[in-house]
């Protein structure tokens, strides 16, 4: 286990320094590790914070034990994230960047018509699927017996509201981003990441 720590310590370390010899020489090595689950940012520090609340919520297509079709409710993914990590003087990395790096990881390899600008895109398609898939099954959205067909996400985006003293102003209403359905592989409807 020391091993494994010093070697995700040791890649995360490249991953964040600048360009080096090491990097170089075994970038590809590097980001194999780090991307999609470890990636790095500093958005924080930036000198424009980002400014904005994002939401990612989930709905189904289910398969009942009766051999229904219905359409779940939307879930809201980033609440129930937000849930378990508040109060919790400890939350896990899942528990706090799984949802948001997905969601950042599909927009930043899709076009605003959802189509993939890159070689990743069907990897962060996948990626984010396998996600929602496991969480509508902690859920238990299908059901007793029931399977999940198709899931469709969305992001709900607001503004943050400028402090008190600013002139600025923003506005207030959320912006939706709805993404195509998409059919749940066998192997995935039972919650299976395979």
Known sequence: MAVTVCVHLGMTFLHVAPANTLTKQHGEAVDAWVYPEFEQNWKLF????LQQNTAVQVRAEVRTAGGEIRTTGWYDLSAEDGRAIDGNPVPS????NELRRAWDFFVSTHDSDNRPVGLRGALSETYLRRIAVLRLDRNEAAGPGGAVERVQLRSRTVNVPPPDWSREKVSDRPQYRVLPWWSVPAGEAEGVAG
Do not use: M
Request: cysteine-free.
């Open 46 to 49: 930036a000198p424009n914070p």
């Open 93 to 96: 990395h899942t528990q706090q």
